[in-house]
């Protein structure tokens, strides 16, 4: 059974389709790419699985159970991260505080818990410190726990995204153009660190413009135009199919 | 680290300065720290909603006024001790902030702060009116007990102020707890981007009621102890004013920094004492600083910092 | 029958004031996105400013009623839109690209110097207006006794709403203001002078407040420094019952205001009267934020 299946996905505002009967699934531990030119429906697709935006058709299943309808914190509870193709981290606060807002939904302690400093609360932001820093590390970000966000170089700034997403336990991670702004060495990095995600477990669904790192990282592909799927397959066979070089070149 | 130790030997001089203030203070004064004590209380309060959680509330006298009449109500007309009436005072407060907040704090900043506004002038309206008979009307709630601990009544400044300033303690203990806590953080981020708050896997929408319960309490619970020190209360004491001077307290010190809302409430509340002859133009001057604050320094007093995690540093060589 | 009557032109005639000053909340909304907290003390302002031009002066008794008020009323309406404009400039002006919150106290601020200023220049008590300019007569509506003086309050205010409608809509200054209040950005490109346009807009709209300020000091004969809390609230309430940021939606919400507060104060209670306007406020603000005519109000993720 596919980890996550996108069944006829419907999205209108007004009188514009930004998504129109888009149906694709992503195997459990598949990294899986959704290209496509600019205005295809990419990030429209994202949103709607994330909560951000709700389907007027079709329907989303996560694990087989339907995730249409629900709100965003709760999708990220069941084990759907993402980032933003716009970096949305906490600019003002600190790089550990960012990753630490993943984790949230993985803790318990509430408002008394808090005030009081039970043992159990304790030992629970103890496991929680201890298990964000390894996260930072794990994406290349060890040392940095007490910088604010904003002053992190933009390639740094995407990592501690996926940081905090990673933070979150999820099961499915959704990435939103993480190579945006980066340069090659950094792509590079990025492509190694998309492999160790995959070692841990992890499905992988991102949106990328970089083609290079789309044909390294990518097993399978999705290509959306006007949003409409016009091509799927692994990347040999993406890539010389005619119509996506149409899509992306234009016609003759 | 040289400067923690600086912030903690400075806040513990002057801990001890305000802790034997009543020895060297003539009773006017200890009456002033009594004031202030009590709208460091309420400061604090709205600051987890406006500061922490960002939400702008500037109808929090509404809850300092709710507490105060349950506290009230309830010893005047059942004979419950004042200090048995502190909590259920909390609570009532609590809940009326989550019945207030429900329908309306997902409105945007501006809206809501019209929204409050309402709200406080509404309940004062309804105490003015006497309505379903709890309130006593414009004339208010009378023969109000003093405080009984442990069999020793509490009568005189002095005596008050032990209990107010051990309230505020107690409330800067938590909340600078609360602060370090996974709730505290929850507020933060959803003060900086509910977008990105929300993606993280957050229910903004129930924190945004939490932090509207939390500072409702406890605002309910300086009512008690205002209450109770007056022995009369009043619709006049819980105006649209009141709301506006502990909403700028927050601002000017620095929302979000309990140092700076402490700091704020000085000055605001004390700096004036020292000026009496310019009382009139007291909230003249209010008016100016605001709008001269907001240009030259938006983050108040005492700006927000990020916080620091002590394990973190116990860990680096 | 007849009480209803009376209090339906009671409720216009205040409505048409509410909605005098809703113009100026809405019109500022509209180009800058903020809540002028301030308006109603330029509200309050107009009506003080009435009041000593209006002793100091003595121009009904140069001019005539009739001219002497109308001068009054241009007098009142460029120092309060002087005073509108100058206010933009010192207080919001310099926080045009600071975060939201920051123009909120800015303006809070304004709102509680302004009035002070008022109290400290003319003290606490209230000022009584010269009862003897306006005509105390009653004419004749449907065999129905009806104060002059309101008919013509009421007309004033609808006369001062039609001639801004035409200038907004017609004019292409007007055109500029609402080209600016939908998208400042785009209004720039086209070659708009927006500074100029904002400025325009504190000159008119504080203007108009000042007016209203003026008669509400001749219809009720009294003035109090506070008056613009209570007033600039209901005014605001008007605005977004309308949907604020839309002009005929003032309009509309003010005269509607008017009339529930006059009929719920005469048919439920006189005592919550002024919860009334508060009520309103806040089931709008939740069932329906865009108001009657609409504009986005919530922020909903």
């Keep these: 059974m596919s980890l996550l299946s996108i069944r006829n996905l419907t999205k209108r505002f007004g009188g514009l389709t930004a998504v129109n009967k888009v149906s694709f699934d992503v195997g459990e531990g598949a990294i899986v790419g959704l290209i496509g030119p600019n205005g295809a429906g990419k990030t429209t697709v994202f949103n709607l699985i994330t909560g951000n935006y709700q389907a007027d058709e079709g329907d989303i299943l996560f694990s087989g159970t339907s995730i249409k309808g629900l709100r965003t914190n709760k999708i990220v509870s069941l084990g759907v991260a993402r980032t933003f193709q716009t970096i949305r981290l906490f600019q003002k606060l600190s790089v550990l505080e960012n990753v630490l807002a993943g984790r949230h939904c993985r803790m318990k302690a509430g408002l008394v818990a808090g005030m009081l400093k039970t043992p159990f609360e304790k030992k629970e932001e103890r496991e929680a410190l201890a298990f964000c820093q390894e996260e930072l590390a794990f994406v290349g970000l060890k040392g940095q726990e007490s910088m604010v966000a904003g002053s992190l170089s933009y390639g740094n700034q995407r990592l501690l995204e996926i940081a905090r997403a990673l933070a979150t336990g999820p099961r499915l991670l959704i990435l939103d153009e993480p190579a945006g702004g980066m340069n090659e060495q950094e792509t590079e990095a990025l492509v190694g660190l998309i492999g160790r995600i995959k070692e841990r477990g992890l499905t992988i669904l991102l949106i990328e413009h970089d083609m290079s790192l789309v044909m390294r990282a990518c097993e399978h592909l999705v290509v959306l135009e006007y949003g409409c799927k016009i091509a799927e397959g692994t990347p040999e066979i993406v890539k010389n199919d005619p119509k996506v070089i149409e899509a992306y070149l234009g016609a003759d | ?317 | 029958m007849e009480e209803f009557f009376q209090q339906l032109t009671n409720g216009l005639a205040v409505g048409g004031i509410y909605a005098l000053i809703a113009l100026g909340y809405t019109m500022v909304y509209g180009v800058l996105k903020l809540i002028n907290f301030a308006h109603g003390d330029l509200f309050t302002l107009g009506a003080y400013l009435g009041l000593t031009l209006l002793t100091s002066l003595g121009l009904s008794g140069h001019l005539g009623a009739v001219l002497g008020l109308v001068v009054l009323a241009l007098m009142v309406t460029g120092f309060v839109g002087i005073a509108g404009a100058l206010l933009e400039r010192a207080a919001y002006r310099p926080l045009r690209d600071s975060h939201r919150l920051s123009a909120v106290v800015s303006a809070l601020g304004a709102s509680i110097f302004l009035q002070n200023t008022i109290m400290l220049i003319y003290g606490a008590k209230n000022y009584v207006y010269p009862l003897e300019i306006l005509p105390r007569t009653a004419i004749h509506i449907f065999g129905l006794p009806v104060p002059l003086v309101r008919i013509l309050i009421l007309s004033a205010s609808l006369l001062l709403m039609a001639g801004l409608y035409l200038f907004i809509q017609k004019t292409r200054l007007g055109t500029a203001i609402r080209a600016s209040a939908i998208d400042q950005g785009a209004a720039k490109l086209m070659g708009i002078n927006v500074n100029q346009v904002i400025m325009i807009v504190f000159l008119i709209g504080p203007g108009l407040g000042g007016v209203a300020g003026l008669m509400v000091g001749l219809y009720y004969g009294q003035v109090n420094f506070t008056m613009g809390w209570v007033y600039g609230l209901k005014a605001f309430t008007a605005a977004i019952l309308g949907g604020i940021g839309n002009i005929p939606g003032a309009m509309v919400g003010g005269l509607l205001l008017g009339v529930i507060e006059a009929l719920g104060a005469a048919y439920i209670s006189i005592a919550w009267k002024d919860a009334i306007a508060f009520c309103v406020l806040i089931v709008i603000l939740i069932v329906r934020p865009t108001g009657i005519l609409g504009e986005r109000v919530a922020d909903k993720i």
């Excluded at chain 2, 009230?72 to 004979?79: C, H, P």
């Excluded at chain 2, 409330?171 to 507020?187: D, E, P, V």
Aim: hydrophobic content about 55%; overall charge positive.
């Design chain 2, 1 to 317: 680290m040289i400067n923690e130790k600086n912030k903690l030997c400075a806040f513990a001089a002057f801990s001890l300065i305000l802790a034997t203030a009543p020895l060297y203070l003539n009773s006017y004064w200890v009456d002033v720290l009594n004031s202030v004590g009590l709208y460091a209380i309420l400061a604090l309060s709205l600051n987890i909603i406006l500061g922490d959680a960002g939400l702008y509330n500037m109808g929090h006298a509404a809850f300092f006024a709710v507490g105060a009449y349950t506290a009230a109500y309830l010893n005047t007309q059942f004979g419950l001790p004042i200090l048995w009436a502190l909590p259920v005072s909390g609570i009532v407060a609590g809940l009326a902030g989550l019945l207030v907040a429900r329908p309306v704090v997902h409105l945007r900043g501006d809206y809501l702060l019209i929204v409050t506004v309402g709200v406080g002038e509404i309940l004062r309206i309804a105490l003015i009116n006497d309505v379903f008979g709890l309130t006593g009307g414009p004339n208010g709630i009378f023969g109000i007990d003093r405080p009984v601990l442990f069999g020793f009544k509490i009568r005189k400044p002095q005596e008050f102020f032990y209990l107010i300033w051990g309230f505020v303690a107690v409330t800067i203990f938590l909340f600078y707890r609360l602060k370090n806590s996974r709730f505290g953080r929850a507020l933060d981020y959803l003060r900086e981007d509910m977008t990105a708050a929300e993606g993280s896997g957050i229910d903004t929408g129930r924190y945004q009621l939490y932090a509207f319960m939390v500072g409702a309490a406890w605002a309910g619970m300086a009512g008690t102890l205002y209450a109770s020190k007056m022995s009369i209360i009043s619709p006049e004491s819980f105006s649209f004013w009141e709301s506006v001077v502990i909403f700028i307290i927050v601002i000017l010190g620095g929302s979000g920094n309990i140092a700076g809302v402490l700091l704020g409430t000085f000055l605001i509340i004390g700096l004036p004492e020292l000026f009496r002859g310019f009382a009139n133009a007291r909230m003249w001057f209010f008016g100016l600083a605001m709008m001269i604050m907001m240009i030259f320094r938006t983050e108040g007093i005492l700006p927000h910092r990020p916080r620091v995690f002590k394990s973190l540093d116990r860990q680096r060589p």
